[in-house]
């Protein structure tokens, strides 16, 4: 990193543990309507720091990052869960801007793309439908069909994160039924409201529905009609332009995950030198703990450095190349992620299982990440084709 990138992962740093963490407790246990306003101080505080959009280009208002640059701070972020909220580089609004910068308009980019990187609105993306299976995204059942200069869509969606109070959604819809699977979706923005758009609840999720941003919508689309300019890129492009959006997605992810872990580490550690577990022993000097805290030191080391090779590989040789690693690291640090916050939890005993510390609500909110933009067993599926596809070839051709 450039001495220029040092020091804005400084500023990130201090400003985590300065303003960001002292005032976590009232952040995490008070419903949106209260924080919104109490987060938008801290997005001030951070735009006056230089930690405003940083993935974005300084002529729109970012820090100009590269990937494995803004990677990097997506760690130091990821130690508050409102880290990248204050920052606006959150999921799925970092996604949408990506999306709009590349594939939208100028008149898409005015409208939607500006207003966004400068956190005036935010947005969500609606993909998944409860009745067919996300993990094979072909399967769409929501239509969008041509009516002269508009649309019509019409469609049933849900975890559609953050659409509580978003302005528009990004919506796969299907317009070319006839096309071969990877051609029949295109996203579509539908602005929020447009009749026939119903935001139908905030799903409970772990117990929570929660609300404005942290939160994840049931949402009906009947006969919403929109003009054909709102459709990003070609027809028929919309899987290609997911491909683009997941890619760099999963890098912040992880990225966020691996400050996550060093956070709840950090916490099992300090845990471990101050409890007293019996007279004159800490929870340090036992064996178990003493391998929780290796285990997950090396498992945070080796994720860390997989998947700055995957985003290094993602900038060398873009992300079709580099599919395979942003497959091994979605697992790999999702399951990390478990691990880690499983024994930083065991370790603090009944503590942990309350709010007291921010490991139960990680705990509660994190355990998605093993399903969210593609569960465990599709990433490993395709890392076992491409294994196999030598051996399989060779023995079909001996056979
Ligand atoms: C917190 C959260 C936020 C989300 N946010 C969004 C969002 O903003 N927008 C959006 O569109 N979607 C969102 N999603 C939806 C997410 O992308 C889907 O849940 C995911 O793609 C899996 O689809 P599914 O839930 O339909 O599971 P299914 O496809 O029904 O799969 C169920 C399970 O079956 C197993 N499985 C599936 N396929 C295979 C296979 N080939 N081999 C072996 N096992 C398999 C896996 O274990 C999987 O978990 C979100 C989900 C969560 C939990």
Redesign the pocket.
């Known amino acids: 990193m450039s001495e220029s990138v040092e020091t804005l992962l400084e500023r990130a740093r201090q400003f985590v543990h300065e303003v960001l963490i002292p005032r976590e407790a009232e952040l995490l246990h008070n419903d949106w309507p209260i924080i919104e306003p109490l987060l938008d101080e801290l997005r001030a505080q951070a735009r006056a720091r230089g930690l405003w959009a940083p993935f974005l280009s300084r002529e729109h208002g970012g820090a100009g990052l590269s990937l494995e640059q803004f990677a990097r701070l997506s760690e130091v972020l990821g130690w508050s869960p409102f880290g990248h909220y204050v920052c606006n580089c959150q999921?799925?609004d970092v996604g949408n801007m990506e999306l709009l910068h590349q594939f939208g308009t100028a008149e898409q980019q005015a409208q939607w793309f500006v207003p966004l990187s400068r956190g005036e609105i935010r947005s969500?993306?609606?993909?998944?439908?409860p009745d067919?299976?996300?993990?094979?995204?072909t399967r769409l059942s929501t239509r969008a069909v041509r009516d002269g200069n508009e649309y019509v869509i019409t469609g049933h969606?849900?975890?559609?994160?953050?659409a509580d109070g978003a302005a528009f959604t990004i919506v796969?819809a299907v317009t070319n039924p006839d096309a071969e699977p990877h051609a029949r979706a295109s996203q579509i923005v539908v602005p929020i409201p447009t009749p026939g758009f119903t935001l139908v609840r905030n799903i409970s999720?772990m117990g929570e529905s929660g609300g404005g941003w942290a939160s994840?919508a049931e949402v009906r689309f009947d006969e919403v009609r929109v003009p054909v300019t709102n459709r990003l890129g070609d027809e028929g492009a919309g899987f290609t332009l997911a491909q683009e959006r997941l890619g760099p997605g999963r890098i912040h992810h992880c990225m966020r995950w691996i400050g996550i872990c060093e956070r709840v580490f950090d916490l099992m550690c300090r845990r471990a030198v101050s409890r007293e577990v019996s007279r004159g022993e800490r929870l340090a000097s036992k064996q178990a703990v003493q391998f929780w805290i290796a285990d997950s030191r090396i498992e945070i080391h080796a994720a860390r450095l997989m998947v700055l090779d995957a985003a290094s590989r993602i900038s060398r040789d873009g992300q079709r190349a580099a599919r395979e690693e942003i497959a091994y690291i979605k697992v790999f640090v999702a399951n990390v992620l478990q691990r880690v916050l499983d024994r930083a939890l065991q370790a603090h005993g009944a503590l942990g299982m309350t709010d007291d510390t921010p490991i139960a609500w990680w705990f509660r909110?994190e355990r998605?990440a093993?399903?969210?933009?593609?569960?465990?067993?599709?990433h490993?599926?395709v890392i076992a084709r491409r294994a196999l596809a030598p051996y399989l070839k060779a023995a079909n051709s001996s056979s």
């Open positions: 999921a799925p969500c993306f609606a993909m998944t439908e067919n299976a996300g993990s094979d995204p969606k849900w975890f559609t994160s953050s796969m999720v994840h909110h998605a093993r399903i969210y933009d593609g569960a465990d067993e599709v490993k599926s």
